[in-house]
């Protein structure tokens, strides 16, 4: 059964840097994509960002919104994806998912979704 | 504001059928990039419900289907249940942003 679960959401003040991360099991971990979807309180779902597995480069993109902020990477033997959040802002609150993605050109959807950890940003 | 636009809210009673639009654009729904479709229950996180915009993963009834036409796809829900209640989303991809596009969301209510 495939599982992820998210972890290191928090209050935080604006400017400060948080690290969340998601472990993964019951998949070949190293073989998929990664990636990070937000959701603020009440909004609707909005895509941070990927990582690819180490056979197609490990290749990261991210929303223009996190750009230069965030950076999304994997420890493929401790089958965990991170999620560096630096510079962080109010607009930053919400819930952070991690999701399994299958790529498929570009694309990719996201077929397994872990249960979310809230990060609020605030002073 | 959305790249790929759903309406807030649709309902029905249960047993009919509801369809739920997702209107994108030449940069991504008609330049062939698929359209994913998610549910969303109260308070839980998001479900794949369709991918590659017709195929269901295993597990979701066949109740639900969608479809593709020009700019725009379509979720459509038969026999509505009371279980259905939920916010449904599309997902593509957008070639002139060079990312991953979700609608804004769809309130599914089921009187």
């Known amino acids: 059964e495939v599982q992820l679960v998210e972890s290191g959401g928090g209050l935080v003040q604006p400017g400060r840097s948080l690290r969340l991360s998601c472990t993964a099991s019951g998949f070949n971990f190293s073989d998929y994509a990664m990636s990070w979807v937000r959701q603020a309180p009440g909004k609707g779902l909005e895509w941070v960002g990927f990582?690819?597995?180490?056979?197609?480069?490990?290749?990261?993109e991210y929303a223009a919104s996190v750009k230069g902020r965030f950076t999304i990477s994997r420890d493929d033997s401790k089958n965990i994806a991170y999620l560096q959040m630096n510079s962080l802002k109010t607009e930053d609150t919400a819930v952070y998912y991690c999701?399994?993605?299958?790529?498929?050109?570009?694309?990719?959807?996201?077929?397994?979704w872990g249960q979310g950890t809230l990060v609020t940003v605030s002073s | 504001q959305s790249v790929l636009t759903q309406p807030p809210s649709v309902s029905g009673a249960p047993g009919q059928r509801v369809t739920i639009s997702c209107t994108g654009s030449s940069s991504n729904i008609g330049a062939h990039f698929d359209v994913n479709w998610y549910q969303q229950l109260p308070g839980t996180a998001p479900k794949l419900l369709m991918y590659?915009?017709?195929s269901r993963p295993s597990g979701v009834p066949d109740r639900f289907s969608g479809s593709k036409s020009g700019t725009s796809a379509s979720l459509a829900i038969t026999g509505l249940q009371a279980e259905d209640e939920a916010d449904y989303y599309c997902?593509?991809?957008?070639?002139?942003?060079?990312?991953?596009?979700f609608g804004g969301g769809t309130k599914l209510t089921v009187l």
């Open positions: 999701s399994k993605t299958v790529v498929v050109g570009a694309s990719d959807y996201f077929d397994y």
């Open positions: 990582i690819k597995s180490k056979g197609n480069g490990e290749t990261t």
């Open positions: 590659g915009y017709a």
């Open positions: 997902q593509s991809y957008d070639s002139s942003l060079s990312l991953v596009v």
